[in-house]
T-cell receptor, first 113, second 114 residues
């Protein structure tokens, strides 16, 4: 069965520090991969997505993610975190041969000044 | 272009009642998906509609149903509400079905069942 794992429930970083949020997936083939961000009381906003091609994907707000097939991972990175990045981050996978869509359990990011 | 809108934003119901939530997709989008978000279960896929047809359904009981109209607006209905149905219900739209299409999420309807 397909699954998405975000091992870190909560991460705290200092403003200006680098960030890496982990995401691992279990799927029979390479799925579509996404990172979403959810601010308190808000819906989800797409940060970036990977479908094919270059395994390093650039997104909005200075985020990037790298697809590593050998590790079944799609980790999200940002070189310098801003206080406004504090939010909940969700990794998601979508089946290429169907319409099921699975979210990870999310990683809550706190940014300290 | 206006985003995905969901109404109402907040709702309080009591056990045993039923509720209908509405979602208006981005203009031109024909696919609408629904998700339930709870602290315990996270984000779970409910179902997806495309061109008024249910394309896929998650693992939820039959109390959860939906439909899509010819203008792509979608409604979700939950009958015989249970306390565990308290959640944020998110709607997402995309141009067509399939995950090659980016989903755009609405702000959600927060349902509280007492």
């Amino acid at each position: 069965a397909q699954s998405v794992t975000q091992p870190d429930i909560h991460i705290t970083v200092s403003e200006g520090a680098s960030l890496e949020l982990r995401c691992n997936y279990s799927y029979g083939a390479t799925p579509y991969l996404f990172w979403y961000v959810q601010s308190p009381g808000q819906g989800l906003q797409l940060l970036l997505k990977y479908f094919s091609g270059d395994t390093l994907v650039q997104g909005i707000k200075g985020f990037e993610a790298e697809f590593k097939r050998s590790q079944s991972s799609f980790n999200l990175r940002k070189p310098s975190v801003h206080w406004s990045d504090a939010a909940e981050y969700f990794c998601a996978v979508g089946a290429r041969d169907g319409n099921q869509f699975y979210f990870g359990t999310g990683t809550s990011l706190t940014v300290i000044p | 272009k206006a985003g995905v809108t969901q109404t109402p934003r907040y709702l309080i119901k009591t056990r045993g009642q039923q509720v209908t939530l509405s979602c208006s997709p981005i203009s031109g989008h024909r696919s609408v998906s629904w998700y339930q978000q709870t602290p315990g279960q996270g984000l779970q896929f409910l179902f997806e509609y495309f061109s008024e047809t249910q394309r896929n359904k998650g693992n939820f009981p039959g109390r959860f149903s939906g439909r899509q109209f010819s203008n792509s607006r979608s409604e979700m209905n939950v009958s015989t509400l249970e306390l565990g149905d308290s959640a944020l219900y998110l709607c997402a739209s995309s141009l067509v079905a399939g995950h090659q299409e980016t989903q755009y999420f609405g702000p959600g309807t927060r349902l509280l069942v007492l």
